[in-house]
């Protein structure tokens, strides 16, 4: 089983649809990030968390929210989906500040 | 601020060629460097690390040395594998921060 798992791999939905994408790791990480990835524009940052009661902004957080319902368990949600929010969406883990980070296999987005 | 800036791709080679990718960084301090690998439907992977100058990190025949004096990470590999098409990022953690910051990924093609 992978270590951090992404639901659901793919996703199609229209504009002003609330989306859930849920992130679940058993790596045992306190850190989790969630990021979006567009062509040429490499990886953005959207929310981290250090723990269940710590929620930070990333650089692109608006139009987004996150929930961390557990150590384990990290989620994604778009309250009113947009056409521009189309892209590939990553969550990642990590256990400290000078580790690398684990990363899922990716959540594909496509908002009509 | 902190960056990183990887030559654009995408970069096409023969198989069994000589791969550079070069990267460069601008932060404060002394960085940890990585380069992970995305391929193709996948998340992305560590690869190699270094966290000093002067570090050499290593993985499946790829290397990197951490250049202080040249803010350089150059990815290098001496004969390259149809199975290495992927896209390769650049990234650093600023010293005592936890954001990575990722470059903006360089996309590799291997003809046979």
């Known amino acids: 089983d992978a270590d951090v798992t992404q639901t659901p791999r793919n996703r199609i939905t229209k504009t002003g649809k609330r989306i859930m994408l849920e992130c679940s790791q058993t790596k045992g990480h306190d850190r989790m990030y969630w990021y979006r990835q567009d062509p040429g524009l490499g990886l953005r940052l959207i929310y981290y968390?250090?723990?269940?009661?710590?929620?930070n902004k990333g650089e692109i957080s608006d139009g987004y929210s996150v929930s961390r319902q557990a150590q384990a368990k990290f989620s994604l949600s778009l309250e009113s989906a947009i056409p521009n929010q189309t892209a590939l969406y990553f969550c990642a883990t990590r256990s400290g500040w000078n580790q690398p980070q684990h990363f899922g296999d990716g959540t594909r987005l496509s908002i009509l | 601020g902190n960056s990183v800036t990887q030559m654009e791709g995408p970069v096409t080679l023969s198989e069994e060629a000589f791969l550079t990718i070069n990267c460069t960084y601008t932060?404060?301090?002394?960085?940890?460097l990585f380069w992970y690998v995305q391929y193709p439907g996948e998340g992305l992977q560590l690869l190699l690390k270094?966290?000093?100058?002067?570090d050499k990190g290593s993985n499946k025949g790829f290397e990197a040395t951490y250049r202080k004096e040249t803010t350089s990470f150059h990815l290098e590999k001496g004969s390259v594998q149809v199975s290495d098409s992927a896209v390769y990022f650049c990234a650093l953690i600023p010293n005592r921060d936890d954001k990575i910051i990722f470059g903006k990924g360089t996309r590799l093609h291997i003809l046979p």
């Open positions: 932060a404060t301090g002394y960085p940890s």
């Open positions: 270094a966290t000093k100058a002067d």
């Open positions: 968390s250090f723990d269940v009661k710590d929620i």
